[in-house]
């Protein structure tokens, strides 16, 4: 059986108890090779938005949302696949609905 480096033990405990308190932080480590940081925290909350209007974000006029159009709403962007329950690439009006 390997050992296990101290460094990497050590590594993991204070990884775990940096996250315990939902803290940024960071921690940096010496080695032979050369330095290592390692920054850690929650990452930060999407900007409310408010509803998506869905004529607002259909800018083509055709009765369905691709993931083009709603960029500008980063909430609904980064859940596309979800707003699009039948996954056949656009989002409904009735499946934005469902969303909200």
């Given amino acids: 059986m390997k050992a296990i480096p101290a460094i990497l033990i050590l590594s993991l405990c204070c990884l775990g108890s940096g996250m315990a ?5 960071s921690h940096t480590y010496f080695g032979p090779d ?6 850690y925290g929650p990452a930060p909350p ?8 869905f004529d ?6 055709d009765g369905r949302l691709t993931l083009e159009e709603v960029e500008s709403h980063r ?3 980064s859940d596309f696949i979800y707003a699009d329950r039948n996954r056949d690439g656009w989002i409904s009006r009735a499946e934005l609905n469902r969303w909200n």
Avoid: K
Wanted: aromatic residues 0%; without cysteine; hydrophobic residues 20%.
């Fill in 21 to 25: 308190t939902g803290q940024d932080s």
């Fill in 34 to 39: 050369g330095n290592v940081t390692v920054t």
């Fill in 46 to 53: 999407l900007p409310d938005q408010g509803r998506p209007d």
């Fill in 56 to 61: 607002t974000l259909d800018r083509n006029g």
């Fill in 75 to 77: 909430l609904l962007h």
